[in-house]
């Protein structure tokens, strides 16, 4: 496993992404995306494949959806 999948899993055993989620309530922009992605440069989550992190924000949203419809 890399450096990139081991940040990705370390991630996605935090609260992280759904806080995200929830403070965007299932929805933001590409200000906010990068916003993000910026934070998980500063706590140290990288390196990390973005495009997967995306995917888990997504997975993370549709939850999210579906609890608070």
Known sequence: MDAKE?????LSRTNIPMNFVKKNE?????????EFCAAL??????????GEVGA?????????????K
């Open 6 to 10: 081991k940040n990705l899993k370390k």
């Open 26 to 34: 299932g929805s933001w922009d590409h200000e906010k995306w990068e």
């Open 41 to 50: 440069e500063t706590k140290k989550y990288t390196p990390i494949d973005f």
């Open 56 to 68: 888990l924000l997504e997975t993370k949203k549709a939850t999210y959806l579906k609890k608070n």
